[in-house]
């Protein structure tokens, strides 16, 4: 069979970065995508991405499950999301990566548009989200999003933390644990890439595993954050569900108070609660995300 040229667009949220691929089109199941995935994300030696973002059509309301079904009012989705990590396997939400995705969707005329924005609604593993995109390519893209729920103070690990940090864990659309050190020198300072893999693996978060977060508060409204991905099994640069983990963690302890800014190594994001009763949902995440280039590559069935 000869090979199949694949188009995709290569795009980043706070340097978060990923292989976006128009799935209507290709209609690669989750096996090919995740070798995809694993073929074509390695630095150096691929296109080079934290993973790789699919856009489905959406799917039918029977498929969509009980609770969705139920929710007459809900407005029918415009696509499906799929995310791969760079290691090929499945991930349930990517924050960076349904920005992204929802920039490429408005793009590709999907979505509703409005005065100065465009807004989706989509499917996802971890469920149902909308989108804001403005028209303006540079504009922070808002993500509203679920609260984040199953908080746990003090997480008892298996592990021990030669560090010392006190652990909690949030359900922010997949798995993570944050903790807070108590200045941004500690912070910059911590080796997260040996730290982190022992605490991702430990036993408290089987099977799936967690995303492991170090903050540090800088004032009421203010936070500095660090994340190492699993599926990516190293610190990246941003991750849109680490920085709910971590705004949600902070409100729990109380050391962050409405409106929140979090700043990572490679953007800056608004979070939190909905100042708005209207919202179309409780929290939001307000981040950049843009397409660098777009390309082909060879694959083979």
Same mark, same amino acid.
């Given at each position: #069979? ?8 290569? #795009? ?22 995740? *070798? ?7 630095? +150096?030696?691929?296109?080079?991405? =934290? ?23 809900? $407005?029918?989705?415009?696509?499906? #999301? +799929? ?30 548009? %409005? ?21 303006? /390519?540079? *504009?922070?893209? +808002?993500?509203?999003? /679920?609260?984040?729920? !199953?908080? &746990?103070?003090?997480? &008892?690990? %298996? &592990? ?21 050190? =108590? ?23 089987? $099977? ?44 729990? %302890? ?15 994001? %608004? ?18 995300? !843009? ?11």
């Amino acid at each position: #069979m000869p090979d199949l040229i694949v188009s995709f667009t290569k #795009m980043e949220g706070a340097e978060n970065d990923f292989i976006v691929v128009d799935n209507r089109f290709f209609h690669f199941s989750d096996a090919e995508l995740q *070798a995809l995935a694993r073929r074509w994300c390695p630095r +150096r030696r691929g296109v080079g991405a =934290d993973g790789v973002l699919a856009l489905h059509p959406p799917e039918s309301a029977s498929a969509q499950g009980d609770a969705e079904d139920r929710a007459s009012t809900a $407005p029918v989705p415009d696509f499906r #999301m +799929r995310y791969v990590n760079a290691d090929g396997s499945m991930a349930t939400m990517c924050g960076n990566g349904a920005r992204c995705l929802a920039r490429f969707a408005a793009n590709a005329g999907l979505g509703s548009p %409005q005065q100065d924005r465009t807004r989706l609604t989509f499917s996802t593993d971890a469920g149902r989200y909308t989108a804001d995109v403005p028209n303006d /390519p540079n *504009a922070p893209v +808002r993500l509203w999003v /679920p609260e984040p729920s !199953r908080y &746990t103070a003090h997480v &008892t690990l %298996q &592990t021990a933390d030669s560090a010392g940090f006190d652990w909690h864990q949030v359900w922010s659309g997949t798995e993570h644990i944050v903790a807070f050190a =108590d200045a941004t020198d500690a912070l910059n300072e911590a080796p997260l890439e040996t730290l982190a893999p022992p605490l991702r693996h430990d036993d408290a978060f089987a $099977p799936e595993g967690t995303n492991v977060n170090l903050a540090a508060v800088i004032d009421a409204h203010t936070a500095r954050m660090r994340t190492y991905e699993k599926g990516v099994e190293a610190e990246t640069a941003a991750c849109g569900t680490g920085v709910l983990a971590v705004a949600a963690a902070a409100l729990q %302890q109380e050391t962050l108070t409405p409106p929140i800014t979090i700043h990572t190594s490679g953007g800056t994001f %608004q979070v939190g609660p909905a100042s708005d009763d209207k919202a179309p949902a409780p929290w939001h995440l307000d981040g950049p995300a !843009r397409a660098v280039y777009e390309g082909t590559l060879k694959w083979t069935p």
